[in-house]
């Protein structure tokens, strides 16, 4: 009787382990992939209070975009069948395990409201986040479903009814096919032979039709020199140099662009840096940037 019950345990536990890696293959030297960072960083009991905290957070209504912005084509749900487009977000939301005092105008939970916002108010199609942890993950709102292992704090959301397939992942980023458009989230470092690895790895994902986005840490002539096969889009729409890195502690200082979008074989209809806070003081130390694409 204990060994079949052992037994039904293996069972069940090996079936969840396939259900969270389900279609999600993991590439090379990266398959060993951490701990969530949270709990692996967080105090007794701090998991359990984000948790918490996540789901006692209230909602408040959207604000308005002021960024600015290359004029936006028509969204897939809105669009015509003989021209469809995809609208997708990327963006860094700084949310491992930092900023927990809620007296702080950079509270974790303060900003991530504050995405819910801007989400809502964008409505883009793919989500591609970078430093996204759980609970964070909570305020990602309902139409939007998560996509390959849930392990990882660079995931990609699409919204639901978008067909999704052949999703992959490695440390430093993941990759999956929506409605036939190769889609790469991208949080790589400042470290040349890092970047190198990164650049490589990208370009092995690449299949004609493709985006590539994310924090890059590192300016656009580094990836050009590691020998990214793909043009900026900032680049090809004639679009001025514009830092992406909103600093919390020097905020006069100033990075660059080290987020970035990339395409191939595809037309960028518009891209914008938001700016806008969506009424939070800053909703993270990266600013969004949302393309939309013909495809």
Known sequence: MIKDMLTVCVSVLALVACGMLAGCRVVGEDRAM??????????PGETAALTKAAADSGHASAAPDSSAAVAP????????????TLRILSFNVRTWTRDRDAD???FWRTRMAAMERMIEALDP????FQEMLFPATRYV??????VGAVNISHPIFVRKGLQVRDTELAMRWQACTVEGVRIINVHSSWDREITQRTVEQV?????????????WNV????????????????????????DTFANFKRPTE???????????GLAPLSYRLVTDTYGCTKMSDHYPLLLEIRY
């Open 141 to 146: 709102p309902d139409g939007y479903r998560r």
């Open 219 to 242: 300016g656009l002539a580094s990836l050009q020199n590691a020998g990214l096969q793909m043009e900026s889009v900032r680049v090809m729409l004639g679009l001025p140099e514009e």
């Open 125 to 128: 199609d793919v989500l591609c």
């Open 73 to 84: 084509a028509a969204n897939p749900s809105q669009g015509s069948v003989a021209s469809p």
């Open 34 to 43: 951490p701990l969530l960072a949270a709990e692996r960083a967080a105090g």
């Open 203 to 215: 370009n092995a994902q690449l299949t004609g039709r493709d985006v590539a986005c994310g924090d």
């Open 254 to 264: 100033s990075h660059g662009p080290i987020d970035h979008f990339f395409v191939r």
């Open 104 to 106: 702080s105008d950079v």
